[in-house]
């Protein structure tokens, strides 16, 4: 008996340690980076320009935020304007991953919207402004590891409701020989990262988006809905609904409010554009101002994953999004506001959704339940609670026009080209984290 026991007692054990020494490394950098961040009239932003048309940093780089007229048949509301930031750049997300030790160089990162200070960001994560020094601040390390032609390459999408056609290059590198590891920087595991992933606001989204973007496939995959069939379904979707955007100047947008402070829909609901002025001592610069986007505090990613054919398949969502004219899948349920996310909470908008109760169902198997946050270079201590539940093989589920079931492999030939949004990509790499490559 106790025999049988041991590898469970030392896989808790080593657990333990892994997460003691993490959290020591995690408090040792906690302590030696700063973060002030405070907010600031949009119209003295050091080193930006607001004008009636946009809002730009004066060496016409980085990006600038500047008004969209959208017109849909997909969405109740059919027409309407929003700020929207354009970053023509395409940025590194990239990772180096040793090819003796099987595991990923990655950094404590401060980021203004960071709600944890620091999170666990890529060896890289940097835009063009950034690593060609535009800002006149220090290089970025490992940048040369990613100069050069990867096989392990994805450009990725961004947020489409907030990005206008945002891409990333998103990248793991191999590296054999030895490396000298700036301190900021640690050798992490994959047992380490699963244990970090269980951890609030802690690895963050570009770190995600990479691992996400290289899942191995399933040597045994069957899928119930063939290529042809899914073509065909698209084609009829494409056809029935369409979205088109117009750029406009800011001055141009209805039911927004410009002020010297903000930009905020009139409704206060939805985001508003707020300035910021930041402060560290652990980045390429040590100071600067920029606008921000602030959101709800927490928006809900959700999978509903179920075996058929003994593969499991994950419900997806067809949409269409402001930020591109291209149609693309998100999860099974991707909402900008989530209010049950703390006990008590009134879930009444919840449940609207027709699928939100596999997800408050205490019979439901739970794979995955994490708050993570946002991407905290542009988005201002926003978080999403990732869910992802796996329903019975007898739940009979009755699915509306737009939804589809993808099996694990089409959803991997999905990511790879550019099909599956940030949201949906991230949950289903965090779920398949162990086939990361």
Request: hydrophobic share 35%.
């Amino acid at each position: 008996m106790v025999g049988d026991l041991l590898p469970t007692f030392q896989k808790l054990r080593y657990l333990k340690m892994t997460d003691v020494m993490i959290s020591k490394w995690l408090i040792n950098q906690r302590k030696k980076h700063s973060l002030i961040v405070k907010k600031k009239d949009l119209y003295k932003l050091n080193n930006w320009v607001f004008n009636k048309k946009e809002i730009y940093h004066n060496s016409k780089k980085f990006f600038k935020i500047a008004g969209l007229r959208i017109k849909s048949n997909f969405y109740k509301k059919r027409n309407w304007d929003q700020p929207i930031i354009f970053q023509n750049e395409i940025g590194i997300l990239g990772i180096i991953k040793s090819s003796k030790t099987n595991k990923y160089l990655l950094q404590a990162k401060v980021e203004p919207g960071n709600i944890n200070k620091i999170q666990i960001s890529p060896t890289v994560q940097a835009t063009k402004s950034n690593y060609s020094r535009v800002h006149g601040g220090k290089k970025i390390p490992y940048l040369k590891y990613f100069k050069k032609k990867n096989k392990n390459f994805s450009l990725q999408t961004e947020q489409a409701f907030r990005y206008f056609n945002k891409k990333n290059s998103n990248i793991i590198t191999y590296v054999s020989k030895k490396l000298d590891i700036h301190e900021n920087f640690r050798w992490f595991s994959k047992k380490e990262i699963n244990i970090l992933l269980k951890k609030k606001n802690l690895i963050n989204m570009d770190t995600l988006s990479v691992f996400s973007s290289f899942i191995k496939k399933n040597k045994r995959d069957f899928p119930i809905n063939s290529k042809t069939s899914i073509i065909k379904w698209k084609k009829s979707l494409n056809k029935k609904y369409f979205l088109t955007n117009e750029i406009i100047n800011l001055n141009l947008i209805k039911n927004w409010k410009i002020t010297k402070t903000k930009i905020a829909h009139q409704t206060n609901n939805y985001f508003s554009i707020i300035g910021i002025k930041v402060k560290t001592n652990q980045r390429e610069i040590t100071a600067w101002d920029q606008p921000i986007i602030q959101g709800s505090k927490m928006a809900f990613a959700g999978y509903l994953i179920k075996k058929f054919q003994n593969t499991n398949h994950y419900l997806c969502r067809y949409i269409l999004k402001p930020g591109s004219v291209e149609s693309t899948y998100t999860c099974s349920i991707n909402m900008s506001k989530f209010s049950g996310y703390k006990k008590n909470k009134d879930l009444t908008y919840f449940q609207k959704n027709l699928f939100s109760k596999y997800f408050i169902n205490s019979n439901v198997k739970i794979l995955y339940d994490n708050i993570l946050s946002d991407e905290g270079g542009r988005f201002y201590q926003s978080q999403i609670r990732y869910m992802a539940c796996k329903i019975e093989q007898d739940e009979d589920i009755i699915l509306p026009e737009n939804y589809i079931w993808f099996s694990q492999n089409q959803i991997i030939d999905l990511i790879r080209k550019q099909k599956i949004d940030i949201e949906a990509r991230l949950l289903f790499g965090i779920v398949n984290f162990k086939e990361t490559i």
